[in-house]
């Protein structure tokens, strides 16, 4: 089946009782057993397993590619549950140069106090990441491409056989690309990662992650450790984000669509000192981007040529862009990471430049997206 066939179908039978054509939410924490240590169907209880959320993971791993997906509460749950499945103390991650922020805050203030090290590298040259991984010795590369905030792009292939040259496993973040756009499983990735509250979700109305995997040991391992430490998606949490999905690839059009069309106004405005996004011309991965990418996405970053006042004063002035955290939901929205989503990372080597504005373009009509931009830019 194709990617919007698989979206709407995957794991998402008719209601074998009722007929019913949507997934039913299985609100129940437990389940009858028939006999002792006799389950129906693999249920017993809802930490362990949950029908409604059987059935966005067996989703998620169609879409991806993938043999075996696991749905969490939250992307940042989704990432600690995979480090801990997959390193030990003692172990090193090669991570981003320019990582989110919150990977950056669970490398550096969570996970070092386990013994996790992670070092930083500019995933862009392959070279250098080559090298890193020579004298660090990782067991894991964990990348993002188009990275948050700044949208540069990796080269996947290039980096899942530099980091499988090196004995590492690579992982990918595919929140800000989607299944939609991406398959980092296809291209040479052993691990993809989600935080579905993004574009999976696409409404801004629920709060997820998800790991995708090939490798049969990594998915008992990692639904282990899902199970013991109990950071799972919750019934109606997992109902949301099937029904997002629904749609993702109708929405990741216009997304698209609209963030071009902004990218390419902020280019020529004279207020803006420059365009962050990997569908424009000058955008240094543009070619890594078209061949593993359908499209160039839904997220724009510019930097002000007023600094760091001039990015606050527009992020205060939209009227239709929201001033908020988060992305890929179907409204617009505007932040400025420095003070918002990355102040985490304030004084480290991944720190963002304060003339940074960050947008999540959202599916409205692309004239009013841009009138108001214009707007505030003057």
């Known amino acids: 089946m194709n990617f919007e066939t698989q979206a709407i179908h995957a794991g998402q039978d008719p209601d074998p009782l009722t007929g019913a054509v949507v997934t039913p939410v299985y609100l129940t924490s437990t389940y009858k057993q028939d006999g002792v240590g006799g389950t129906r169907g693999g249920y017993e209880y809802s930490r362990t397993a949950n029908p409604t959320r059987t059935a966005l993971e067996t989703c998620l791993a169609a879409l991806e590619n993938g043999t075996h997906a696991l749905a969490f509460a939250s992307g940042m749950a989704a990432e600690d549950c995979l480090i801990r499945t997959l390193c030990r103390p003692g172990d090193t991650v090669l991570i981003p140069g320019d990582a989110y922020g919150g990977t950056y805050r669970l490398f550096d203030k969570v996970l070092r106090n386990w013994g996790v090290e992670y070092g930083t590298v500019r995933q862009t040259d392959i070279e250098a990441v080559g090298k890193a991984a020579a004298e660090r010795n990782p067991k894991l590369i964990w990348t993002e491409t188009p990275t948050n905030p700044l949208l540069s792009i990796v080269d996947i292939p290039a980096l899942a056989e530099t980091a499988h040259a090196n004995g590492a496993l690579l992982v990918v973040d595919n929140t800000f690309a989607s299944p939609y756009l991406q398959r980092p499983l296809d291209l040479g990735a052993d691990v993809v990662l989600h935080s579905t509250t993004k574009y999976l979700g696409g409404h801004s109305d629920v709060v997820g992650g998800a790991i995708v995997v090939k490798d049969q040991q990594q998915a008992k391992d990692l639904a282990f450790n899902q199970n013991a430490t109990g950071g799972v998606a919750g019934p109606f949490d997992a ?107 304030t004084g480290s080597p991944l720190e963002v430049p304060a003339d940074l504005v960050r947008l999540s373009v959202g599916i409205e009509d692309a004239n009013d997206i841009l009138d108001d931009l214009r707007q505030v830019l003057g």
């Open 239 to 345: 109902w949301l984000t099937l029904r997002g999905i629904k749609t993702l690839a109708v929405r990741m059009d216009r997304h698209c669509a609209n963030a071009a069309r902004v990218a390419a106004m902020l280019g020529e405005h004279p207020a803006v000192a420059s365009v962050l996004y990997p569908g424009l011309p000058g955008h240094p991965g543009r070619e890594i981007a078209a061949k593993q990418m359908r499209d160039f996405g839904g997220m724009v970053s510019f930097r002000l040529r007023g600094g760091e006042e001039a990015a606050v004063a527009v992020c205060a002035r939209t009227r239709l862009f929201t001033l908020g955290e988060s992305l890929g939901g179907v409204e617009s929205l505007i932040e400025h990471p420095a003070r918002m989503t990355h102040a985490s990372a």
